[in-house]
């Protein structure tokens, strides 16, 4: 799966090893008679012959064959080139002696190949079907991951719904009670468990859910509704942008230990690993560490940052690594922002001034403004959310820690409440455990 889709260009590798060879000019065989030339003109050289030959004495013996060979000896010519004339030194004559001994060898049968590459970091040594199983192995082993990572919210979503079920023959108002605090436990909000309760209701009315296997389906089927619905607002790909339009600008935005920084430095990288030139801006000037906590995943991932000194006017940071990014010819250019709430204030107007620079150097920049959101802090990390969607026109959400705890069903209070896709999802510690979200995945890996 790709994680950067914009370059489209780049979905296929064009080498020409299928393309006809350009038509030549036949050489003149032996047998046909060659033209008559003027009198007076030169005949043409003879191509060379493309047989090899030796020139010269035998090679020069390695260091290995001057301590094995005894003195006064010669080395022999290991080729399988014609024999030169006789020498002196007696090297040729070795050379003889040794042919009968290799004439009776049989010589090594050459392996057949498909490809006359012996290796290569395309996979033109590979079939179309090893690459698609190496691909489906990729996915499954994606598959396992995310399902790890909200293992602990499987066992208090789905494990309740077992219990709540176990022993019961009939679907009452107790058991819908009990259900309801199962689905709220799991941090997915009482709008949403409000809705699915309705559905369930109507589906005990139409005799449609009688058993555990059905509430399962219709609870599975609310839920990725909901995620559905909300890929329709804000941006749910950058391939909306046009490709043409570079460098394609990502603002980030968070309150301040939810794993902003961390998040940018696994977007980098992440980003810059499948083929495409990355620029960071630390635009947060307001926090004294921003800056280098910053330029330490620069460093490890190898992605060029702009910084000014601390109390520098955000803008500005931004107006220079716009300039710097159109420069290079960059494709992306990630925004560090100020993660503070307590002056709202003076952060709509520090954004709102950051996306006029933006929107002056760049058609339609910014072109995404994810907020990056901590799953473990759960509904609150949810009201946070509705302040910044009035400070910063956020257009997606990036939920970290969801390995971390067991209400990850913020995801669907999210999508939800706010109408925003979730863009990423952090499952780990590492650079490559910042992952697309994907809805049917998390739904899926919530019910098994």
């Known amino acids: 799966m790709a994680f950067w889709r914009r370059k489209s260009k780049d979905t296929y590798i064009t080498l020409g090893l299928n393309e006809p060879a350009a038509p030549t000019a036949e050489a003149p065989t032996q047998t046909a008679e060659p033209p008559s030339a003027p009198t007076d003109a030169r005949p043409?050289?003879?191509?060379?012959?493309?047989?090899?030959?030796?020139?010269?004495?035998?090679?020069?013996p390695t260091p290995r064959d001057r301590t094995t060979q005894p003195a006064g000896t010669s080395v022999t010519a290991t080729t399988h080139a014609p024999v030169a004339p006789e020498t002196k030194g007696g090297a040729t004559?070795?050379?003889?002696?040794?042919?009968?001994?290799?004439?009776?060898m049989p010589r090594p049968t050459p392996v057949p190949s498909r490809s006359p590459f012996t290796t290569s970091i395309l996979g033109l040594d590979r079939s179309i079907e090893e690459l698609q199983a190496e691909e489906a192995a990729l996915?499954?082993?994606?598959?396992?991951?995310?399902?790890?990572?909200?293992?602990?919210?499987?066992?208090?979503l789905s494990e309740t719904i077992d219990n709540v079920f176990q022993?019961?023959?009939?679907?009452?108002?107790?058991?819908?009670?009990?259900?309801?605090?199962?689905?709220?436990?799991?941090?997915?909000?009482?709008?949403?468990?409000?809705?699915?309760?309705?559905?369930?209701r109507q589906g005990i009315d139409r005799k449609q859910i009688g058993d555990i296997a059905a509430l399962k389906d219709?609870?599975?089927?609310?839920?990725?509704t909901i995620l559905r619905a909300s890929e329709r607002a804000g941006v749910a790909s950058e391939t909306s942008v046009p490709e043409h339009i570079t460098p394609y600008v990502l603002m980030v935005v968070g309150v301040n230990g939810v794993g902003k920084t961390t998040t940018i430095g696994k977007l980098a990288q992440r980003i810059k690993a499948e083929g495409n030139d990355v620029l960071i801006c630390a635009a947060d000037t307001f926090r004294a560490a921003a800056s280098d906590q910053l330029a330490i995943w620069a460093e490890r991932t190898g992605v060029p940052l702009i910084q000014q000194k601390q109390g520098t006017d955000p803008a500005a940071v931004l107006f220079d690594a716009l300039?710097?990014?159109?420069?290079?010819?960059?494709?992306?250019?990630?925004?560090?922002?100020?993660g503070r709430l307590h002056n709202k204030s003076n952060l709509m107007a520090e954004l709102e001034k950051m996306k006029r620079v933006a929107g002056r150097?760049?058609?339609g920049a910014p072109h995404e403004t994810l907020l990056v959101i901590d799953a473990v802090t759960g509904q609150n990390g949810l009201e946070q959310a509705r302040q910044f969607l009035k400070v910063a026109g956020v257009t997606g959400i990036v939920l970290t820690k969801l390995d971390g705890t067991a209400k990850g069903g913020i995801a669907v209070a999210i999508a939800k409440e706010l109408g925003l896709p979730i863009r990423y999802a952090g499952i780990?510690?590492?650079?490559?455990?910042?992952?697309?979200?994907?809805?049917?995945?998390?739904?899926?890996?919530?019910?098994?």
Do not use: C, M, W
């Open 44 to 60: 043409a050289p003879a191509p060379p012959a493309l047989e090899p030959t030796v020139t010269g004495g035998a090679p020069t």
């Open 361 to 363: 150097e760049v058609a």
């Open 139 to 156: 996915e499954r082993t994606f598959e396992k991951r995310f399902r790890n990572a909200v293992a602990a919210t499987r066992a208090s």
């Open 218 to 224: 219709a609870i599975k089927h609310e839920l990725l």
């Open 93 to 104: 004559e070795s050379a003889r002696q040794s042919e009968p001994a290799r004439a009776g």
């Open 167 to 200: 022993g019961r023959k009939i679907i009452d108002a107790q058991l819908l009670d009990e259900l309801e605090e199962a689905l709220i436990a799991a941090d997915i909000g009482v709008p949403t468990t409000l809705a699915i309760l309705d559905t369930v």
């Open 323 to 338: 300039k710097a990014a159109k420069a290079r010819s960059s494709d992306v250019l990630i925004v560090d922002t100020a």
């Open 428 to 448: 780990g510690e590492k650079v490559d455990d910042l992952v697309i979200f994907d809805p049917e995945q998390y739904v899926n890996s919530l019910f098994e």
